[in-house]
């Protein structure tokens, strides 16, 4: 193969895999970004403590925005 054939064959490489790729079903990409966004919102309440706010004045509320 030439080095344009290389460059033909990376431009057809799909940029976006989907789950069918790897051999998963589609349903495994929902479950993916079902917990992705379970685990984000989880975070975010980890981070809003309510025992102290640092000392600088200001409260916990104040740097979730």
Do not use: C, R
């Not at 929902?30 to 917990?35: A, D, S």
């Not at 809003?48 to 925005?65: L, P, W």
């Amino acid at each position: 193969m030439n080095l344009e054939g290389f460059y033909n064959y990376i431009n057809d490489i799909p940029i976006i895999n989907t789950t069918e790729v790897f051999g998963l079903h589609p349903n495994a990409e929902i479950t993916y970004y079902n917990n992705a966004a379970k685990d984000i919102w989880l975070n975010l309440l980890l981070m809003k403590s309510s025992d102290a706010s640092g000392g600088n004045g200001m409260s916990s509320d104040d740097y979730i925005v």
